[in-house]
C-alpha cells in the first residue's frame, strides 16, 4: 500500500515538476550586489521568479560574489553557489531548496559520501538529519546504501532542541527510550526493547570505538553529531562493554571546520540554572591542513527539581591535520558534573500496585546527599592512503572515570500510599578504558562487480574498582518527602573488582554491480572474551576465557533511485554469566550468548523528504537461577515495525518523527508461570513526532511542537506490576536574526507544557523513574 501511495505521489507531482524544469533554462537578467549569501538569495528568487526556502543555518557566514549579466537559472545558481558547499534542489512540488553538496565517488560503496572519517555525511533538507552515518568498520555510508536502518542527528538539531545531553537529543527517536530520570546522573536507554548503558561500564561509541566516551553521561558540547544503528553490532562495532544487542550509539566528535567560527551561547534552565558555551574553529597552514577546534562549557545553579543543585565543567579540544594521503586528529575530552540532591529511580515490593507518579519537581533524595562523577577522555586517530584504492587506518584512546557519592540508593516503594525505604551509602566507582585498533579499506573491481573491503584488529580492556559503606535505612514518601539527618559514614576503599579484555578480528565486503543498484555486504568477526573476578583481597574468583565468531549478511535493492529495499542477517554477542554464589552450581562460566535479528525494511527518499518502515526479530538468550540451578534457560524475542520520517514535507515546514510497535515475549524461562509474559520495560508502542514551522509572516521566526508517547510497561516478569501509558508535549519557538551583523539566534521551548505527572521508564532490572515537569529551556547563541 506504502509503494502504491508513493507511486500515485510521483505522478500526481510530475506536471509540476516539469514546469519548474523548464523554467530553469529560461533567460533572466540580473543585477545583485555581493552581499552575505542567504540574502542573495532571497533577491535572485525574486528576481527569477522561483519558489525558494531553507535552513538559514546553512548559510550562516557564507558569502556570495554577486550577480551581473543574463543567465538562466541553473547558471545563475552555479555562480551564486561557488565555492559554498551547497547546491539547490528541485522539489517534487516545483519549489526549490537548499541542501549540502553531495559528490558520487566511483568505485565506492557510498553515495556522495568520501570514505575519510573526516568528511561527514550531507546534511539532509531540512537540517536535522545527516544522509547516513558511521557504520563502524565499514565506514561512513548514505542510508540509502546501508542495509541497516540508521538515523543521524545533526549539530543543527542539537542546539535547536537545547539538548545538554545525548540522553536529551534522542527523546526525538521513536525506536529509543531513555530509562535514566531527570535530575539523575546517568543516562541509559533500550534501543528496539533491550538495554543499552545500565551498567558501570561505557556503552557509547566514540568516533566508531568503544572505550573513549564517558562512563555515565555524554554531553552535547562536543558532538558534531549522533548516530544510532539499530540492532546488534558485534561486527560492524565489536562486542560492547556491556554487552548491548538493541543498536549502538555513536557520537562523532566536532572537528575544525572549513570556514572560522567563533561562537558563544548563553542559556537558562529553570529555575536557575545557568550556562555559558564557546566554540572555536581555526586553521592553519599551508592549504590549511592544520585544524583546532575547542568546546568549553559551564553550567550552574538549581535545576527545576526541588533541593536540587548541579554543576558542569566541560572542556573538548580537537586538533586534525588533512594533507592529500594523511589524515590524523586528535581528541581530549575532561568534564565533571556535580550535584547536590540527585534523583534516584524507584524500586516497588513485590505485590504492590504501582501508585500514581508524584509531579516531576518532587525529590525524594536527601538534600544532604551529593555526588561528583569525573571523566577525561583522549583519542588518536589517523588514515593514509597508500594508493588510490587503498587506506590503512587505526585509533589508540581510552579513558578514565571517577564517581564519588554520598547518598540514599535506590529507594524502595513499600506500600501503595507511595511510603519509601532506602540504605543510605557512600559510594565509590572508578574504571579505566584502554582501546586500539588497526585496518585497511580497499576497493577493487572483478569484473562488472566492484568491491569495497576492510578487515580489522581490535582491542579493548577495562579495569573496574567499585567500594560501598552502608548506613541506616532512611525512610520517606514520593508525595511528601521528609528529611532526615545525615549519617555519618567514612569514606570507602575502592579495591579492584573486575577486569575485561575484548579482542577481536573481522574482514568484511560490500559488492556492487548495475551501478550500484545491488549491494550485498558479508563479514564475519573472531571476538575473544576474557575476564576476571576479584575478592576484596585482590584474588581472582571466577575467570572466564572464551570467543564466538559473529557473521554478517545485507542485501540493498534499488530498483529506482527514490526507492530501496534492504535486508539484514546481524548477530550480537554478550559475555556469558558465572553462576552466582547462591546457585547449587556456583562459579560454573558459561559460554558467551549469541543474539540473532532478522530485519527487512524499505526506504524513500524525496530529495527534501524521507520515509523508512522496517520488521524486525531480535532473539536473546539469557542465564537464569530456578531451582536452585544457574542455567541458560532464558530467551526474550522482539518482534517490532519501525516507521520513520523526516525532511521537509513543504517549503519551511519540517517534521521528525516515527512509530516504533513491538512485539515482545519471553520465549524461555526457567519459571513456567513466567513462560510467554512481557519482559520488563518493554512497551507495546512508541511514537515521536516534532514539527517546525517557518513563519511567512516574520523572517527568522520559527515555531516548534513535539509529543513523544509511551505505551504501558511491566515493572516485573510475572506481568503483576505495570506502568501506565503517558504522553509529553513540548513547544517552542526560535529566532533567526542579524545583530550588529553578527549571526544570531533566540530559542525558547517549555517542555512538558501541561506539566503532566507520569513515571517515564523501566530500566532491565525493575527501577522506574518520575517523568520530566514542565521545564523552561532559554538560550541565544552568537556568530563572532
Not at 538539531?157 to 545531553?165: E, F, G, S, W
Not at 529511580?345 to 562523577?373: E, H
Amino acid at each position: 500500500m506504502l509503494v502504491i501511495r508513493s507511486v500515485l505521489f510521483s505522478l500526481v507531482l510530475s506536471a509540476a515538476t516539469m514546469a519548474a524544469q523548464l523554467d530553469a533554462v529560461a533567460l533572466h537578467a540580473y543585477q545583485i550586489a555581493p552581499g552575505p549569501l542567504g540574502a542573495t538569495l532571497s533577491r535572485f528568487a525574486v528576481d527569477a521568479g522561483i519558489a525558494l526556502s531553507f535552513v538559514p543555518a546553512l548559510t550562516e557566514g557564507l558569502t556570495s560574489p554577486g550577480l551581473s549579466g543574463t543567465y538562466s537559472t541553473q547558471e545563475a545558481v552555479n555562480l551564486l553557489l561557488a565555492d559554498s558547499g551547497l547546491e539547490m534542489v528541485l522539489r517534487s512540488d516545483g519549489t526549490y531548496t537548499l541542501v549540502q553538496r553531495r559528490v558520487t565517488l566511483e568505485n565506492t560503496t557510498v553515495d556522495g559520501v568520501d570514505q575519510r572519517a573526516y568528511n561527514l555525511p550531507p546534511v539532509y533538507s531540512g537540517g536535522q538529519v545527516a544522509v547516513g552515518g558511521r557504520l563502524g568498520m565499514l565506514g561512513n555510508t548514505d542510508v540509502m546504501d546501508a542495509p541497516f536502518s540508521v538515523s543521524t542527528y545533526t549539530a543543527a538539531l542539537i542546539k535547536d532542541q537545547q539538548a545538554t545531553t545525548v540522553g536529551d537529543l534522542l527523546e526525538r527517536d521513536s525506536s529509543v527510550r531513555s530509562t535514566g530520570q531527570t535530575g539523575g546522573i546517568v543516562d541509559s536507554f533500550f534501543i528496539r526493547g533491550f538495554p543499552v548503558g545500565e551498567g558501570n561500564l561505557g556503552e557509547l561509541a566514540f568516533d566508531g570505538v568503544y572505550g573513549v566516551a564517558s562512563n555515565y553521561r555524554v554531553f552535547t558540547e562536543y558532538a558534531e553529531r549522533v548516530e544510532v544503528v539499530k540492532g546488534p553490532g558485534a561486527l560492524l562495532y565489536g562486542m560492547s562493554p556491556n554487552s548491548a544487542v538493541g543498536g549502538v550509539i555513536n557520537v562523532v566528535p566536532k572537528r575544525s571546520l572549513e570556514e572560522d567560527l567563533t561562537r558563544y551561547t548563553a542559556s537558562y534552565a529553570q529555575d536557575a540554572h545557568l550556562g555559558n558555551r564557546i566554540d572555536i574553529s581555526r586553521r592553519f597552514g599551508e592549504e590549511r591542513r592544520f585544524g583546532v577546534r575547542f568546546n568549553g562549557g559551564v553550567q550552574q545553579g538549581d535545576t527545576v527539581i526541588e533541593h536540587q543543585d548541579r554543576a558542569v565543567d566541560i572542556g573538548a579540544l580537537s586538533l586534525d591535520y588533512q594533507g592529500e594521503r594523511l589524515r590524523t586528529s586528535l581528541d581530549l575530552i575532561a568534564q565533571e558534573e556535580t550535584f547536590d540532591g540527585a534523583s534516584r529511580p524507584f524500586l516497588i515490593a513485590a505485590g504492590i500496585k504501582i501508585p500514581d507518579a508524584a509531579n516531576g519537581r518532587t525529590n525524594v533524595s536527601q538534600d544532604w546527599g551529593w555526588s561528583k562523577t569525573r571523566d577525561k577522555s583522549a583519542l588518536l586517530s589517523g588514515e593514509y592512503d597508500l594508493t588510490d584504492h587503498l587506506t590503512v587506518f587505526g585509533h589508540a584512546g581510552g579513558g578514565r572515570s571517577a564517581v564519588a557519592r554520598l547518598s540514599d540508593q535506590t529507594p524502595s516503594i513499600v506500600n501503595s500510599a507511595g511510603d519509601t525505604s532506602s540504605i543510605p551509602g557512600y559510594y565509590r566507582f572508578e574504571v579505566q578504558r584502554y582501546t586500539v585498533d588497526a585496518g585497511a579499506r580497499l576497493r577493487f573491481d572483478t569484473g562488472p562487480i566492484s568491491h569495497s573491503g576492510t578487515v580489522q584488529v581490535t582491542r579493548y580492556r577495562d579495569e573496574l574498582s567499585r567500594g560501598i559503606i552502608s548506613g541506616a535505612p532512611v525512610l520517606s514518601n514520593i508525595y511528601h518527602p521528609s528529611e532526615s539527618p545525615k549519617p555519618s559514614i567514612p569514606k570507602p576503599g575502592a579495591p579492584k573488582v573486575s577486569a575485561s579484555e575484548l579482542t577481536g578480528v573481522a574482514i568484511a565486503d560490500t559488492l556492487s554491480v548495475l551501478d550500484q543498484r545491488v549491494q550485498v555486504t558479508l563479514g564475519l568477526r573472531k571476538q575473544t572474551i576474557e575476564s576476571n573476578n576479584y575478592n576484596a583481597a585482590g584474588a581472582v574468583t571466577s575467570a572466564y576465557d572464551d570467543g564466538k565468531t559473529t557473521p554478517l549478511f545485507g542485501v540493498v535493492l534499488k530498483p529506482w533511485a527514490h526507492m530501496a529495499f534492504y535486508y539484514n542477517y546481524l548477530e550480537g554477542l554478550s559475555k556469558g554469566d558465572v553462576a552466582p554464589s547462591n546457585a547449587s552450581n556456583a562459579g560454573e562460566v558459561f559460554a558467551p550468548y549469541v543474539s540473532k535479528q532478522h530485519e527487512v525494511g524499505i526506504k524513500f527518499d524525496y530529495a527534501t523528504f524521507m520515509s523508512t518502515l522496517a520488521l524486525f526479530q531480535i532473539q536473546k538468550p539469557s542465564g537464569e537461577l530456578a531451582g536452585g540451578r544457574f542455567a541458560v534457560q532464558g530467551e526474550q524475542r522482539n518482534r517490532g515495525l519501525e516507521l520513520n520520517v523526516f525532511g521537509e514535507i513543504a517549503p519551511g515546514t519540517r517534521l521528525l518523527g516515527g512509530v516504533t510497535l513491538l512485539d515482545a515475549t519471553l520465549t524461555r524461562t526457567g519459571i513456567a508461570a513466567n513462560q510467554g509474559n512481557t519482559p520488563v520495560g518493554v512497551p507495546k508502542a512508541q511514537a515521536n513526532l516534532w514539527a517546525e514551522w517557518d513563519t511567512p509572516w516574520v523572517e527568522g521566526l520559527t515555531l516548534t511542537s513535539g509529543a513523544i508517547y509511551t505505551a504501558s510497561q511491566y515493572v516485573d516478569q510475572a506481568n503483576t506490576q505495570q506502568l501506565d501509558p503517558w504522553t509529553r508535549f513540548d513547544i517552542g519557538a526560535r529566532y533567526t536574526t542579524r545583530i550588529v551583523e553578527r549571526p544570531t539566534t533566540f530559542r525558547a521551548t517549555v517542555q512538558n507544557v501541561f506539566d503532566r505527572e507520569y513515571w517515564s521508564g523501566v530500566a532491565s532490572y525493575g527501577a522506574f523513574s518520575q517523568g520530566s515537569p514542565r521545564t523552561l529551556l532559554l538560550s541565544a547563541t552568537v556568530d563572532f
